[in-house]
């Protein structure tokens, strides 16, 4: 049988040993960004609506007001229309809640509750 030998060479060329720093650095940011989300980070990320509704909703309509150029008459219906909009959300997540609430059994509706409150 015949021996096959390397070639040191090629394994060591400036070209091969780039490539290989690269893919190094490209795993090591999967890994700590995969570490990361399952650490909580995507939290940040993902704000409640019940934290961020009120701030965005003053700001949007601020923003709308000066670059629609509208009147108070226009501002009054449109808060309104998103106040609207805001109760029938809360509506549809709190009967969501009571549904999921129906089937689960006492321990599974106790943990629920608790996984709710955790939650941001």
Known sequence: MGTTTLDHSAIQSPKTKMLGALLLVFLCGMVVGALGMNLGVHRSFHRSPEISKHV?????????????????????QIESILDDFSTYYDTVLADGKTRILKILDEPQRKKFEQLLKTQP
């Open 56 to 76: 965005d909703t003053s700001m949007t309509l601020q923003k709308w007001k000066r670059e629609l150029n509208l009147t108070d008459s226009q501002m009054s």
